[in-house]
């Protein structure tokens, strides 16, 4: 007989612990307002940070490719589901990387579990930054390698430990700009690392992408390396270039690697032909229109400037993530429970998200956001929280 004891204690347990997390209901589009039981608030915790998600232009396209190519892709891609959107995505995507070819999965989830399993095995090491990304860390646990987490940021405690490693391939997996904190990875320290071991490097660029870098390219134009210096690029969809799905970019080589051993790539469906549509809009849009990544820059630079004149603890970033520590998850979600009753939509993160005892409030900025908008999340900010 299934335990459902075990798993209603284990429920009350978490409720207990205030880890328990709820959902809530949409109902309106993405933007820096959202509806929600017929009220309206100001939305700081998404990840739209380029306001591109209900982007016109982007809109038609996914529209008028729905009513071309129907809804779904009807299988995976190695069977029928690859469209001609698709293969056209992965071209201009190699392009405004400047890698040689870009492999599209359906999420960064899968594109990660994907590459890491592909080229690692028993026998091999997979060394991660403590606060990687949990699609990162669970591929690397999968992929059955030795998984070794070295301290965030900490290039010396990597060195450390690669410099140990008698494995037959390695690999190093980093976020670019960590999706919690804020910060960004040295890319240039680990590429130099990763050159002196012999070893792959793999930055998850899910948050850099269109918003890092004078031309959008992300965490790796923000240092000046390419393919050379970090051979596996991945990056989502889903944040600043507002659609859905991910992809993979590198050597003809590796691409062609995944294409036959990915699992997570062949053995599901493709996304629909109308998302890579959309994608493809975004992707000109970022290149097109810079005036969304200048805008959200002017706000983080706003809002900086204003947390640090009013002395609220946020955490050192120049991204659009800007994390106002808390410590305890009760006293993180109560602050979060009276912003909102203050109309601002800003989530508790707490363990096992992060770590224990850095509970957070979450703020993310979008290009969306004016400078009426930054003020009276301020204002509202200096009212509840007392430093």
Known sequence: MADYASLEAGLAERKAQHLYRHRQVIESPQGAELSINGQTYLNFCSNDYLGLAN????V???T???KEYGVGSGAAHLVSGHSYHHHQ???ELAEFTGYPRALVFSTGYMANLGVISALLGQGDAVFEDRLNHASLL????LSQARLQRYQHLDGDDLDHKISSSRAKQKLIASDGVFSM???IADVKQLAQ??????????IDDAHGLAVMGQTGRGTLEHFGLGVADVPILMGTFGKALGTFGAFVAGEEVLIETLIQKARSYIYTTALPPALAAASREA?????????????LHTRIKQFREGVSQLGLPVMESVSAIQPLMIGESDQALAISETLRQQGLLITAIRPPTVPADTARLRITLSAAHTETHIDQLLDTLARVIKV
């Open 55 to 58: 982007h016109p232009k982007i």
């Open 60 to 62: 038609e396209t996914f």
């Open 64 to 66: 008028s490719a729905a």
């Open 89 to 91: 995505l992965e071209e």
């Open 138 to 141: 669970d591929a690397g646990l």
């Open 181 to 183: 904190d804020g910060d």
């Open 193 to 202: 690392i990763a050159s002196g071991y012999d070893s792959w490097l793999m």
């Open 283 to 295: 992707l000109r849009v970022v290149q097109t229109e810079s005036d969304h990544r200048e805008q």
